[in-house]
């Protein structure tokens, strides 16, 4: 059973910094694009961060881009997604997503990551 945990959401003041982790389960993540997304309250999914399957490549949308790192573990089979200098606007639930083809395409329930003082 395919299974995407994510960890480390929360409350965090502006100009903080949080860690989110993804565990993941039952399918062969050392072969899978690794991708964070986020969810704002009235906007549409936008994707965050993603890392290819060897962790070689990482690739963030701009709004992210010097402030959020995303590396994985493939020895533990985990994703994170490290963010510092948050921003209001970084508030979202983020999801954590596995890709390897259209078939092949897992998502976890999200956590919802608030920035705010």
């Known amino acids: 059973q395919v299974q995407l945990v994510e960890s480390g959401g929360g409350l965090v003041q502006p100009g903080g910094s949080r860690r989110l982790s993804c565990a993941a389960s039952g399918f062969a993540f050392s072969s899978y694009f690794m991708n964070w997304y986020r969810q704002a309250v009235g906007k549409e999914r936008e994707l965050v961060a993603a890392?290819?399957?060897?962790?070689?490549?990482?690739n963030y949308a701009d709004s992210v881009k010097g402030r959020f790192t995303t590396s994985r573990d493939n020895a533990e089979n985990t994703v994170y997604l490290q963010m510092t200098s948050l921003k209001p606007e970084d508030t979202a639930v983020y999801y954590c997503?596995?890709?390897?083809?259209?078939?092949?395409?897992?998502w976890g329930k999200g956590i919802l990551v608030t920035v705010s003082s």
């Open positions: 997503n596995a890709f390897k083809n259209s078939r092949e395409d897992y």
């Open positions: 890392i290819a399957s060897t962790g070689g490549i990482t």
